[in-house]
């Protein structure tokens, strides 16, 4: 199971780095949640780009084992989350990841990987 999820994860950072995410951080919640395994959270300067992180996820997705099951707040292009199952991913706006804060609300977990765009 650890070589999927450690699959799926790079498969997220790879499709978000292609569209210049910025701040990408992703957080292992694992023995901290009973939803995910995982947080990515990165950001984009506008309500395009967010979307188009978020495009881009779902296209390397397509096709493959992983699915994703939901999809919020697209259309607004302020935050928008992806349920991969083992692995959330949340695409802020700049201005909103800076007001929602959630490497502060989660901030005694380990940060697994951190890009700096």
């Not at 259309?75 to 349920?83: C, E, F, P, R, T």
């Not at 199952?85 to 990841?97: E, L, M, N, S, T």
């Amino acid at each position: 199971m650890k070589e999927p999820l450690n699959a799926l994860r790079q498969l997220v950072l790879t499709a978000a780095e292609d569209k210049q995410a910025i701040d990408l951080v992703t957080l292992d919640l694992r023995g901290r949640s009973d939803l995910t395994d995982f947080f990515v959270i990165c950001s984009g300067n506008s309500r395009s780009q967010v979307q188009a992180i978020a495009d881009s996820i779902q296209e390397k997705t397509y096709g493959t084992e992983f699915k994703v099951s939901a999809v919020e707040g697209y259309q607004s292009g302020n935050w928008v989350i992806l349920d991969l199952g083992d692995i959330f991913v949340h695409i802020f706006h700049k201005d909103a990841r800076t007001h929602y804060d959630l490497e502060r609300l989660w901030g005694d977990v380990t940060v697994k990987e951190t890009v700096e765009s």
